[in-house]
């Protein structure tokens, strides 16, 4: 069975930084190519960085410069370091594989605010 556990979140100032973690139960999460999402209020869920089993990295423009994803494979979790935050970063954060699987962990809040 599928878990996945989101967590540090938390309230930041603008500028701030926090790290995300996500400890992934997923017999194949080594060979899986892994992604953070956010969804904000009112607004669909986005994935903003995904890595691939080798350790190559992608980010969403909006993210680009500021957030990095890593893994460790032996501990099945994934990262993200989000540094130099804005207000507009404000959402729920989820892992997940990329494509997405049907199943989503409670997620993390990470609330940017002055």
């Known amino acids: 069975q599928v878990q996945l556990v989101e967590s540090g979140g938390g309230l930041v100032q603008p500028g701030g930084s926090l790290r995300l973690s996500c400890a992934a139960s997923l017999s194949l999460f080594r060979i899986s190519v892994m992604g953070w999402y956010r969804q904000a209020p009112g607004k669909q869920r986005e994935l903003v960085a995904g890595i691939t089993s080798a350790g190559t990295t992608n980010y969403a423009d909006s993210v680009k410069g500021r957030f990095t994803i890593s893994r460790d494979n032996a501990k099945n979790t994934v990262y993200l370091q989000m540094n130099s935050l804005k207000p507009e970063d404000t959402a729920v954060y989820y892992c997940?594989?990329?494509?997405?699987?049907?199943?989503w962990g409670q997620g993390t809040q990470v609330t940017v605010s002055s």
């Open positions: 997940n594989t990329i494509p997405y699987l049907d199943y």
